[in-house]
Structures are given as structure tokens and as C-alpha cells.
T-cell receptor, first 111, second 116 residues
Framework: GNSVTQMEGPVTLSEEAFLTINCTYTATGYPSLFWYVQYPGEGLQLLLKATKADDKGSNKGFEATYRKETTSFHLEKGSVQVSDSAVYFCALTDSSYKLIFGSGTRLLVRP | DADVTQTPRNRITKTGKRIMLECSQTKGHDRMYWYRQDPGLGLRLIYYSFDVKDINKGEISDGYSVSRQAQAKFSLSLESAIPNQTALYFC???????????????FGEGSRLTVL
């Protein structure tokens, strides 16, 4: 079945460091891929998305490229800020268009 | 006001009690979902509804039931709560694919339930 695997956290970085959070997926067909972010005490909100192979989603300095050949959708940011501290979820749509989430990766950015 | 509103935001109850979590939305979406979040397990789908007359079980529906009272309202019930149902519960909505949507979900702020 369809599934999403994320790197385990927590990921702890200093401010202005480079961020990569790995995400790989297993799916039939051509799912859309998403990154959601959950700030403390809040619900999830969409960070970025990509709907077909080689698409790059970007938002707030974050980027992720849909790589069909490696079934990956890694999240990157060139210079993280303390305000980026949150839990990040990778997700895909299944054949009936429901979202399947990874287990989440907590990011902690220190000043 | 939030587009997706959940009530209550926090609830502590005892084993065996009946609990209802309510969700209402102003986004005009047909599709609504209930997810459960547990540490290290991400979000798991409990039930979903693609329109008012449609109810479907998700991957962890045992011990839960739902009611879609209207397009804008989708409630989750625990008929007899047990401690391992202690979790953070999220309601979400989405537009039907093809209506300028790629399946993006819009989430409420969550309902934290503790079962003692």
C-alpha cells in the first residue's frame, strides 16, 4: 500500500544553518506530494506541494522537489530561523485522494 | 474566525464515558475528515466523508463513530472512551479534486482528549 517515510527527529540546528528533512514514499500511480508544518499548539498547515514529477514546491524559503526516480520529496531550507521550530509532516494523496502522512519530524532551531 | 472550528479544544474524561467532538467549517468544502495524532505515529485517519450522504472508515475506525449532520458539520463520537484513545484529534476539510484543488487539507486547531 501507499506509505510515507520520514527521517526521525528531533533535528536540532543553530540559526542560519542549512536544513534537510528526508522524505521517501511508496505509491501506485502518480500521487501529489505535500509538506505540512505544525507549530506548537496549532493544527497543521500546508507548507508546499508538488503535483507531478520534477515539480518544485516552494514557500517561506523552503523547497522540495518531486523526484520520481528516487521516490523522494526532501524538504530543504538554506538558512533556518528560530521561528521555523515546528513539526514537519510529509504526505501524499492515495488513489482515492485521501492524504497519507509520515510520522513527522520535529525541528528545533537554537539562537 | 477560523475556517475549521473544533470543540471542545480540551477535554478530560473517564473510562466508559461517551464523548463527542464537533467540527464545523466555513470553507464550503464537501470533504471532511477526522484524524488522530499520537507522538511518533503522525496522523492516522479515523473516518472521512466526501459529502453529506457519504461516510467511510479510515485506518483506525474501531471504537469511533461519526455523523455528518450537514455539509459544514462533522462530529466524532467515542461511545465508551478508553485510555488508549487519549490523543490529539484533528478535523480537516478539502475541496473535491478538479475544483482548483489538488487534495490539500485544511485543519482545525485540534481537540486534546485525555481519558483517565
Amino acid at each position: 500500500g501507499n506509505s510515507v517515510t520520514q527521517m526521525e527527529g528531533p533535528v536540532t540546528l543553530s540559526e542560519e544553518a542549512f536544513l534537510t528533512i528526508n522524505c521517501t514514499y511508496t505509491a501506485t500511480g502518480y500521487p501529489s506530494l505535500f509538506w505540512y508544518v505544525q507549530y506548537p499548539g496549532e493544527g497543521l498547515q500546508l507548507l508546499l506541494k508538488a503535483t507531478k514529477a520534477d515539480d518544485k514546491g516552494s514557500n517561506k524559503g523552503f523547497e522540495a522537489t518531486y523526484r520520481k526516480e528516487t521516490t523522494s520529496f526532501h524538504l530543504e531550507k538554506g538558512s533556518v530561523q528560530v521561528s521555523d521550530s515546528a513539526v514537519y509532516f510529509c504526505a501524499l494523496t492515495d488513489s482515492s485522494y485521501k492524504l497519507i502522512f509520515g510520522s513527522g519530524t520535529r525541528l528545533l532551531v537554537r539562537p | 474566525d477560523a475556517d475549521v472550528t473544533q470543540t471542545p479544544r480540551n477535554r478530560i474524561t473517564k473510562t466508559g464515558k461517551r464523548i463527542m467532538l464537533e467540527c464545523s467549517q466555513t470553507k464550503g468544502h464537501d470533504r471532511m475528515y477526522w484524524y488522530r495524532q499520537d507522538p511518533g505515529l503522525g496522523l492516522r485517519l479515523i473516518y472521512y466523508s466526501f459529502d453529506v450522504k457519504d461516510i467511510n472508515k479510515g485506518e483506525i475506525s474501531d471504537g469511533y463513530s461519526v455523523s455528518r449532520q450537514a455539509q459544514a458539520k462533522f462530529s466524532l463520537s467515542l461511545e465508551s472512551a478508553i485510555p488508549n484513545q487519549t490523543a490529539l484529534y484533528f478535523c480537516a476539510t478539502s475541496a473535491e479534486l478538479g475544483k482548483s484543488s489538488t487534495g490539500e487539507l485544511f485543519f482545525g486547531e485540534g481537540s486534546r482528549l485525555t481519558v483517565l
